[in-house]
């Protein structure tokens, strides 16, 4: 994908402010801490699209970026994070799903998970939630530049079968710092774009 151009567009605390251009969404979902804005920042090839925070649970509100002036991807707040609230996680979750479950521009779910670590039973619900409500997902597995090939591998066929009869068919490893699986990323979401 040639990125022309990428701009913020809005953060949106209330479901009533999101976009009505009908332009198609991508989201990117996934625990605090994950890597999202990182990811984010690494497949439009800018250094600060996204704001990268040594602190996780920093984004609160959904934080939408226009691509190309064609689509746009939508930053969720992460989930998990423990120093926050609970009233203010509760909310979160609320935008979220609901979000998730009234946009009729969202195409493509990118759910990121840490590959060093197991799926926490938060990954499990929002992946059993995205199936049940039959929305196209894929997930990606951050910080794949922190292990060796044999590591890696050995990691991603553990996570493909983290829950027996829960298989991930689309499970991509990806690297914010290399670039590893920035193009594999791609070519699923614009498939999900025409």
Known sequence: MKITSVEFA????????????????????????????SLLNALV?????????ATPGKTQTLNFYLINQQFYFVDLPGYGYAKSSRTLRQA?????????GVSESLRLVVVLVDIRHALSELD????????TQGMAY?????????????????RLEELRHAQPGFDLETLLAFSAHTKAGKEALWRNITGYLR
């Open 138 to 154: 894929v997930v990606v597995a951050t910080k794949a530049d922190k292990l060796s090939n044999q590591q890696l591998r050995k």
């Open 124 to 131: 499990l619900q929002l992946l059993a939630w995205l199936r």
């Open 92 to 100: 979160w979750q609320g935008l979220i799903e609901t979000y998730l």
């Open 10 to 37: 809005r953060c949106v605390a209330r479901v009533e402010d999101l976009p009505r251009d009908r332009l198609p969404q991508i989201a990117f979902a996934g625990r605090s801490n994950v890597g999202k804005s």
């Open 45 to 53: 090839n800018r250094l600060r699209l996204a704001y990268v925070s």
